[in-house]
């Protein structure tokens, strides 16, 4: 019992791992964006997690994840274990957007009652994670990007109501979410 609690509490501490990633072409005109999605994920998947995880607090959970590179907009699906990549991006807009996408699921270990909607959640920890990996001047850049997208995301009200706060604010906020997530499930378990 000892042992069990103690192997918990340090794992995360032991082991940065990130989970296992497959990309995979969704038709075999896309096989050269996958790999640059590929190559992409060798050379800095290890950093995005990381970065992600000290950003949000939250840990990724063990399981593949698959990256489908797609000619449609990126999304995470709910059980988090497929994730669309649009092929046609520049290099810089794919990279952002796999640190979002990868956001979207850690994002999802806080379960669906947070109150918040999924780029508010997302949005708490994701222009400290651009920072840290690529500098603010990249991160600000990218938010640009993001303001512009159209649709029912909500992007650009999200980015104002997260960027209003400060770091330490976004930081507490998270903190209060993974508290209230965490007793949430441990009254489920009983
Ligand atoms: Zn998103």
Redo the contacts with the bound molecule.
């Keep these: 019992m000892i042992r069990r609690l103690l192997l918990a509490s340090l794992l995360p501490l032991l082991i940065a791992a990130a989970p296992p990633v497959t990309v995979i072409p969704a038709s075999p005109r896309l096989a050269e964006a996958a790999a640059e999605y590929r190559q992409l994920w060798e050379s800095d998947g290890m950093r995005i997690v990381a970065a992600l995880e000290a950003a949000s607090g939250l840990v990724f959970p063990t399981e593949r994840i698959e990256l489908i590179v797609t000619d449609g907009p990126p999304m995470t699906a709910y059980d988090g274990r497929t994730i669309r990549l649009r092929a046609d991006y520049s290099p810089a807009y794919k990279r952002a957007t796999l640190v ?1 996408e990868l956001g ?1 699921r850690l994002a999802l270990t806080l379960g669906r009652a947070t109150g918040l909607d ?2 508010r959640l ?1 949005y708490l920890f994701l222009h400290d994670a651009w920072t840290e990996l690529y500098g603010r001047d990249f991160a600000d850049r990218m938010v640009r990007i993001e303001r512009r997208i159209p649709g029912p ?1 909500d992007y650009d009200a999200a980015w104002s109501w997260a960027l209003a706060m400060t770091r330490e604010e976004r930081q507490a906020r998270l903190r209060a979410l993974v508290e209230t997530t965490a007793h949430e499930s441990r009254g489920k378990d009983r």
């Design positions: 979002h979207h999924d780029h997302l995301g």
